[in-house]
């Protein structure tokens, strides 16, 4: 990371916990409570519910009201905002939606915030956490990671640590056979902030995201780098590089919009893991693209 820490971080990071604290206290009356359901996409993979938007709703009325020079990018509803603010507030209100609706007690409410397209500050509520209690990870540029305000001491998993836990997408190859089994035991979890929080308090070794959107990983990435983690990422057609900053395609301060339309490949975890998976990922990269130029010719 580049930016200078702002004077304002310490409210920020309190208000992010505030309100991510808020938002889990809402869940959790919501849940088993019965909630309206409706799909984003035409293979009905990707619901939504009133309880998302209800969530994001209290959220971006807290920001505003805390904060109106600061904009914010949320996942159900168009940004708000000054469309060129310094202070960007990323927020996911349910991600694990699918495990929510069918009862599943694993999902949270993230929220990450930008400066300059630069991660200041992460807070994501659980519904449970260390001790097996809901609360909040929370951390801020220049902190430690802290739940529920106590500093997190457990020391991050190791690339050589037996029965350790990696997060992988649904149907990844890359957790079977030897190599896979080396990194660690795959498991997927249904919320994306959810096994970056994990990841952040050592419960997993790494993390791997195909196509992040923003809201997905803003808040984890925070948490992640206050953990000493190494965060990794890939846009199409790129080698993978260490994480600085969500660029939203251009090389200055990033607009609302520019932020919003981020899509980029994302591993974290420890620095040895990460540089296997983004190693491994480097070499079948290779492969296809020298497999791409030798087809037109074997065609000829």
């Not at 019965?34 to 799909?39: D, H, I, P, S, W």
């Not at 949320?74 to 310094?86: H, L, M, V, W």
């Not at 994501?124 to 305000?149: D, M």
Request: aromatic fraction near 6%.
């Amino acid at each position: 990371m580049t930016m200078e820490t702002p004077p304002e971080i310490g409210a920020i990071e309190q208000a992010a916990t505030e309100f991510a604290r808020r938002a889990g206290a809402l869940l959790s009356e919501r849940f088993h409570a019965g909630t309206a359901v409706r799909f984003k996409d035409r293979r009905r993979l990707d619901p939504v519910t009133d309880v998302d938007h209800a969530t994001e709703a209290m959220l971006r009325e807290a920001v505003h009201a805390r904060f109106p020079s600061h904009a914010l990018i949320g996942e159900e509803e168009d940004s708000s905002g000054p469309p060129e603010a310094d202070y960007v507030w990323v927020v996911d209100p349910l991600d694990g939606t699918a495990n929510f609706v069918n009862g599943l007690p694993l999902f949270t409410s993230s929220i990450g915030v930008l400066y300059r397209g630069e991660p200041l500050a992460g807070a994501i509520w659980v519904s449970s956490g260390p001790r097996l209690q809901a609360g909040v990870y929370h951390a801020a540029r220049g902190t430690s990671l802290q739940f529920n305000g106590l500093p997190l001491l457990r020391a991050p998993q190791t690339l050589d640590q037996a029965n350790r836990l990696i997060a992988v997408p649904g149907g990844w190859r890359g957790g079977s056979g030897p190599r896979g089994r080396r990194l660690g035991i795959a498991r997927t979890l249904g919320s994306i902030a959810l096994e970056l929080a994990l990841t952040a308090d050592g419960s997993l070794g790494c993390c791997v995201i195909n196509d992040a959107k923003i809201w997905d990983v803003a808040g984890g990435i925070a948490l992640c780098s206050a953990a000493g983690l190494q965060v990794s990422a890939k846009g199409k057609e790129e080698d993978w590089r260490p994480f600085e900053r969500f660029t939203g395609g251009d090389q200055g301060a990033p607009s609302v919009d520019g932020l919003r339309a981020w899509r980029e490949r994302i591993v974290a975890g420890d620095p040895k893991a990460v540089q296997e998976l983004t190693r491994g990922s480097a070499r079948r990269q290779g492969r296809a693209t020298r497999l791409r130029r030798l087809l037109p010719r074997a065609r000829a």
